[in-house]
């Protein structure tokens, strides 16, 4: 007796196992080609193939704000005229003329909260923590924390990882869902 080939068709997906919120399948079904695209975009900017975890997630994030921060240090350390590693008020003085909007504001901000320890002069010390301080008041990182979340949940076979695969297979069965076919498998990376 021959045995059955393997079935071909795509497995069955719980979509109520994965945890969606009503809002997130929703906001799915309204345009599932233009949100697969932009699922595809946000894990392909966290990977190379697009295959996403919770510890890609933060590995990434840390990446991201420790890039972040470095820019703010270095900008700061753009003030330091004579080059002691802290920036004294007459630095800030000197330099607050040539200045104009963000970056103006920028130094304001600094000049009026950089100087924890009220000493006179904005030290390595203070330079890190006002950097560590401008970070948290980031919206980005809220923002994308939150598309990130969404497709952690499409883990269909719950390994821990969420494949491009595994992201078409979500949409394409939430827009099978609302009638809407014509899901697009993932091309070739
Ligand atoms: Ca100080
Ligand atoms: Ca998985």
Redesign the pocket.
């Known amino acids: 007796m021959v045995p059955a080939p393997p079935a071909r068709a795509e497995p069955v997906l719980d979509l109520a196992r994965l945890g969606l919120t009503a809002r997130e399948t929703s906001s799915i079904a309204r345009d599932p080609a233009a949100s697969l695209r932009r699922f595809y975009t946000t894990a392909l900017g966290l990977s190379p193939d697009g295959t996403i975890s919770q510890q890609v997630i933060e590995s990434r994030d840390r990446i991201s704000r420790a890039r972040l921060r470095g820019g703010r240090i270095g900008a700061v350390l753009g003030y330091d005229l004579n080059d002691d590693g802290a920036i004294s008020s007459e630095e800030i003085a000197a330099v607050l003329d040539t200045l104009t909007g963000r970056r103006r504001a920028d130094l304001l901000i600094l000049r009026d909260s950089g100087d924890g320890n009220g000493d006179g002069r904005i030290d390595m010390a203070e330079i890190r923590a006002y950097a560590a301080r401008q970070q948290r008041t980031s919206l980005l990182t809220a923002l994308s924390a939150r598309r990130y979340q969404t497709l952690l949940k499409m883990?269909?076979?719950?390994?821990?990882?969420?494949?491009l695969e595994?992201i078409r297979m979500v949409v394409a069965a939430i827009a099978a869902q609302r009638g809407k076919t014509g899901i697009a498998p993932p091309t070739k990376l």
Do not use: A, H, S, W
């Open positions: 883990d269909v076979d719950g390994d821990g990882k969420v494949t595994e």
